[in-house]
């Protein structure tokens, strides 16, 4: 499967606990996307990384979540201290570095916070 | 900023007949237009996206939209739909800071 890759599917975690999930784009991509969905909702843009660049982050992104790129292949998205706000669909999408090029989704991480 | 409305938080349409999923959006300069599919346990899947070439845009699986600046909408048919059509829908706008930004949805219940 060549597709963007999401790791894992679930989460369930209890209050005050730290959560790591991980996205592996498609591997010529070097534009990759953190989203968040709740139900009932659409996704809303978290956070860009260009490369191992993190160059956008949305006032949603609170202290408690950080994202990494290290080496410009995969990212992390970390959420530390998680409390049941957090429990939401965690989306990662990636796409050539082109005007207007098309995001590729993955098919998510569902996080349950207890 | 740029935002999308979506006029219709559920659609219920019978097998073989017209789609029609209504997006309204709001921007200050020319944007660039999508509509995304998500099908359960799946990835949202582009189907269409308008960035001022043509007006009328013609997607994957016999989708299409039109863009009306007069009206500011784009709205998304289908001659006639099926039941793999069943699944949330979403408009989407690109911002300046090439961040998507999404309408809130709409589901899509195809009736046999």
């Known amino acids: 499967d060549t597709g963007v890759s999401q790791d894992p599917r679930h989460k369930i975690t209890k209050r005050g606990q730290n959560v790591t999930f991980r996205c592996d784009p498609i591997?010529?991509?070097?534009?990759l996307y953190w989203y968040r969905q709740t139900l009932g909702q659409g996704p809303e843009f978290l956070t860009y990384f260009q490369n191992e660049a993190q160059l956008e982050k949305s006032r949603l992104l609170s202290d408690r979540f950080s994202a990494e790129r290290p080496k410009g292949s995969f990212s992390t998205l970390e959420i530390q201290r998680t409390e049941q706000g957090d429990s939401a669909m965690y989306l990662c999408?990636?796409?050539?570095?082109?005007?207007?090029?098309?995001?590729?989704f993955g098919s998510g991480t569902q996080l349950s916070v207890l | 900023a740029q935002s999308v409305t979506q006029l219709d938080s559920h659609v219920s349409v019978s097998e073989g007949t017209p789609v029609l999923l209504r997006c309204n959006y709001s921007s200050s300069y020319s944007p660039s237009l999508f509509w995304y599919v998500q099908h359960p346990n799946k990835g949202l899947q582009l189907l269409l996206k308008?960035?001022?070439?043509?007006?009328l845009v013609k997607g994957i699986n016999g989708f299409e939209a039109e863009f009306k600046k007069s009206e500011t909408s784009f709205h998304l048919t289908k001659p006639s739909a099926h039941m793999s059509d069943a699944a949330e829908y979403f408009c989407?706008?690109?911002?300046?800071?090439?961040?998507?930004?999404f309408g809130s949805g709409t589901q899509l219940t195809v009736l046999p």
């Open positions: 989407v706008v690109r911002g300046s800071a090439r961040q998507l930004t």
């Open positions: 591997s010529e991509h070097n534009r």
């Open positions: 999408a990636s796409s050539l570095n082109r005007s207007n090029e098309k995001l590729f």
């Open positions: 308008y960035t001022s070439a043509a007006t």
